[in-house]
């Protein structure tokens, strides 16, 4: 059995992912729009650094499906 994880946490990483997903979707925008090589290999840092963290934070959903409400 796991302790129950603070609604307030699980909260919070709801929130911040959905904030990644935003910022996402901005640099990804971005990065179909630009042509300059080096702020495409930028964005593209960008963006593998935001996915890394988003998939951190996916990593509550089965935590937050499971809390009790």
């Given at each position: 059995?796991?302790?129950?994880?603070?609604?307030?946490?699980?909260?919070?990483?709801?929130?911040?992912l959905d904030v990644l997903e935003e910022?996402?979707?901005?640099?990804?925008?971005?990065?179909?729009?630009?042509?300059?090589?080096?702020a495409r290999d930028s964005l593209t840092?960008?963006?593998?650094?935001?996915?890394?963290?988003?998939?951190?934070?996916?990593?509550?959903?089965?935590?937050?499906?499971?809390?009790?409400?």
């Amino acid at each position: 059995m796991t302790a129950p994880i603070a609604q307030d946490v699980l909260a919070s990483a709801t929130l911040h992912l959905d904030v990644l997903e935003e910022f996402i979707a901005v640099v990804r925008r971005r990065l179909a729009s630009t042509t300059d090589i080096f702020a495409r290999d930028s964005l593209t840092d960008l963006l593998l650094s935001l996915t890394e963290q988003r998939d951190g934070y996916q990593a509550f959903l089965p935590l937050a499906a499971a809390e009790p409400v």
